[in-house]
């Protein structure tokens, strides 16, 4: 007879770790239900618990609640196993919220399937003398659909209306902008992807910096990706946004720096910048670098990648264009398996600087970027707008409510601040007015510089 393996190998606080995994994803547990065996377990009070579970979740389709536990513990007959079974439902219990859960149920899932495999080759030996081949191969065909997901998709007749919609609750993380909240329901949620568009030099980065202050200001973590300015001048303009202090000032101002970073201290936000060259990281350097860090302890909220354009493609193409098509691709997909909002930026082609506003037609390369992201607005800064700190914030796609809509700003450079108004509002006609004056004042700057030129000869 087979002898199925154990978890010996892999110690106590693994076990509990699978168990508190058990207790607290339904959709898991129903996934490995047909190929868990309690006998993977080492202690007897750890197959007790198993087993109890699988009872319970058979009858009912849900798994115990303590209160269950504390009953059936209360009807076991052997005293000593009641203690250990109460100390190894403690241990399990500590563990409800450690980090690397989603790494606990990978492992432990490889190790069921693997052991039905294992199964099916030694059932096949007999097989294989008969020569039943056909028995084989649904012998092999059962065990490599073992622990294959039970959800199938919503089953829409037979769904409750009421589960329908708890399924559609997000979870967004704000942006620092009221405007863009009200038109996206709160900003991005779990596994959606944000793109800022915008011709170059006109402050994507700043916009990228800002949307992670606003998540530090939520008590989230986040983590930010540079591929193209170093870690230290990320860094300087955090201080910026945290501060209102413009960068070249900075130094200057080291203690108000520190008194400003107390105020995260105190939320338990966290922020990591991780710089890689230009073209030096492609999606999977940052999936790596994503599940070291949730092994190390740091889990992040919000994922910041500064930009997409200037990433490694994944596969060699001819044409550029799908090179980056497939670099926003997978970065979608990115977000969707670590459950994670995230945003980048992508430039827009030439024709980008001409406008009054950045349209979707005008972004780089390739347009299926914008097909696959959830939310996706560009900023537009003419000279003259530079001149004036003004800005045009667009809204080329939204899935959560209008797009098409254009919103009046005003832009500082030296800090990154970015303020946006509705353009029937007081503030943005007073920001359509200096829009227009913004060319005025070029021109007189022009002059003057002229007048200095010629003065000087």
Same mark, same amino acid.
Request: net charge neutral; aromatic share 10%; with cysteine.
């Given at each position: 007879?087979?002898?199925?393996?154990?978890?010996?190998?892999?110690?106590?606080?693994?076990?509990?770790?699978?168990?508190?995994?058990?207790?607290?994803?339904?959709?898991?547990?129903?996934?490995?239900? #047909?190929?868990?065996?309690?006998?993977?377990?080492?202690?007897?009070?750890?197959?007790?618990?198993?087993?109890?579970?699988?009872?319970?979740?058979?009858?009912?389709?849900?798994?115990?609640?303590?209160?269950?536990?504390?009953?059936?513990?209360?009807?076991?007959?052997?005293?000593?196993?009641?203690?250990?079974?109460?100390?190894?439902?403690?241990?399990?219990?500590?563990?409800?919220?450690?980090?690397?859960?989603?790494?606990?149920?990978?492992?432990? =899932?490889?190790?069921?399937?693997?052991?039905?495999?294992?199964?099916?080759?030694?059932?096949?030996?007999?097989?294989?003398?008969?020569?039943?081949?056909?028995?084989?191969?649904?012998?092999? #065909?059962?065990?490599?659909?073992?622990?294959?997901?039970? #959800?199938?998709?919503?089953?829409?007749?037979?769904?409750?209306? +009421?589960?329908?919609?708890?399924?559609?609750?997000?979870?967004?993380? +704000?942006?620092?902008?009221?405007?863009?909240?009200?038109?996206?329901?709160?900003?991005?949620?779990?596994?959606?992807?944000?793109?800022?568009?915008?011709?170059?030099?006109?402050?994507?980065?700043?916009?990228?910096?800002?949307?992670?202050?606003?998540?530090?200001?939520?008590?989230?973590?986040? =983590?930010?990706?540079?591929?193209?300015?170093?870690?230290?001048?990320?860094?300087?303009?955090?201080?910026?946004?945290?501060?209102?202090?413009?960068?070249?000032?900075?130094?200057?101002?080291?203690?108000?720096?520190?008194?400003? =970073?107390?105020?995260?201290?105190?939320?338990?936000?966290?922020?990591?910048?991780?710089?890689?060259?230009?073209?030096?990281?492609?999606?999977?350097?940052?999936?790596?670098?994503?599940?070291?860090?949730?092994?190390?302890?740091?889990?992040? #909220?919000?994922?910041?990648?500064?930009?997409?354009?200037?990433?490694?493609?994944?596969?060699?193409?001819?044409?550029?264009?799908?090179?980056?098509?497939?670099?926003?691709?997978?970065?979608?997909?990115?977000?969707?398996?670590?459950?994670?909002?995230?945003?980048?930026?992508?430039?827009?082609?030439?024709?980008?600087?001409?406008?009054?506003?950045?349209?979707?037609?005008?972004?780089?390369?390739?347009?299926?970027?914008?097909?696959?992201?959830?939310?996706?607005?560009?900023?537009?800064?003419?000279?003259?707008?530079?001149?004036?700190?003004?800005?045009?914030?667009?809204?080329?796609?939204?899935?959560?409510?209008?797009?098409? =809509?254009?919103?009046?700003?005003?832009?500082?450079?030296?800090?990154?601040?970015?303020?946006?108004?509705?353009?029937?509002?007081?503030?943005?006609?007073?920001?359509?007015?200096?829009?227009?004056?913004?060319? +005025?004042?070029?021109?007189?700057?022009?002059?003057?510089?002229?007048?200095?030129?010629?003065?000087?000869?």
């Amino acid at each position: 007879m087979l002898e199925r393996d154990t978890l010996k190998g892999f110690g106590n606080i693994y076990q509990s770790k699978i168990i508190a995994a058990i207790l607290t994803d339904k959709e898991f547990f129903e996934q490995i239900d #047909d190929i868990l065996f309690p006998d993977y377990f080492e202690s007897e009070s750890n197959k007790w618990i198993v087993n109890k579970i699988k009872t319970y979740f058979n009858k009912y389709k849900q798994v115990p609640t303590l209160e269950v536990f504390k009953h059936e513990i209360d009807n076991e007959q052997n005293d000593i196993l009641k203690i250990d079974i109460t100390d190894k439902l403690r241990n399990a219990w500590t563990h409800l919220s450690d980090s690397d859960l989603t790494y606990v149920k990978d492992k432990f =899932l490889s190790f069921c399937q693997n052991q039905e495999l294992k199964s099916a080759i030694y059932n096949s030996i007999d097989l294989l003398k008969t020569e039943n081949y056909e028995e084989i191969r649904k012998t092999f #065909d059962n065990a490599f659909k073992a622990g294959i997901s039970k #959800d199938i998709g919503v089953k829409l007749i037979e769904e409750d209306v +009421e589960n329908v919609f708890k399924k559609l609750v997000r979870y967004p993380i +704000e942006t620092p902008w009221e405007l863009l909240n009200d038109i996206s329901r709160g900003g991005l949620s779990k596994g959606e992807l944000g793109i800022i568009v915008a011709p170059p030099g006109t402050g994507k980065t700043w916009i990228l910096v800002s949307i992670g202050v606003a998540a530090l200001n939520l008590g989230k973590n986040v =983590l930010h990706y540079s591929l193209e300015l170093s870690e230290g001048m990320i860094a300087q303009r955090y201080y910026s946004r945290f501060t209102g202090i413009y960068s070249e000032n900075l130094e200057y101002e080291i203690d108000e720096i520190k008194t400003k =970073l107390q105020k995260y201290i105190k939320l338990n936000s966290k922020l990591v910048i991780k710089e890689y060259p230009t073209k030096g990281a492609s999606v999977n350097t940052i999936r790596s670098h994503i599940q070291k860090s949730i092994s190390l302890g740091y889990s992040p #909220d919000l994922i910041i990648i500064d930009y997409g354009d200037i990433m490694k493609p994944p596969q060699f193409f001819k044409e550029k264009r799908l090179q980056i098509g497939n670099i926003f691709e997978d970065l979608r997909g990115l977000a969707g398996e670590f459950g994670i909002p995230t945003w980048t930026a992508t430039q827009s082609n030439r024709s980008g600087n001409e406008g009054s506003i950045v349209t979707g037609e005008q972004v780089s390369e390739d347009y299926s970027k914008m097909m696959i992201a959830d939310l996706v607005f560009s900023i537009q800064r003419k000279i003259e707008d530079k001149t004036a700190k003004t800005a045009r914030i667009h809204i080329i796609k939204n899935r959560f409510g209008p797009d098409g =809509l254009t919103f009046p700003s005003k832009f500082d450079a030296g800090n990154g601040l970015l303020s946006m108004y509705e353009d029937t509002s007081v503030e943005g006609k007073s920001a359509k007015k200096e829009m227009g004056q913004g060319g +005025e004042v070029l021109r007189k700057m022009l002059k003057e510089k002229y007048i200095d030129i010629e003065g000087s000869k």
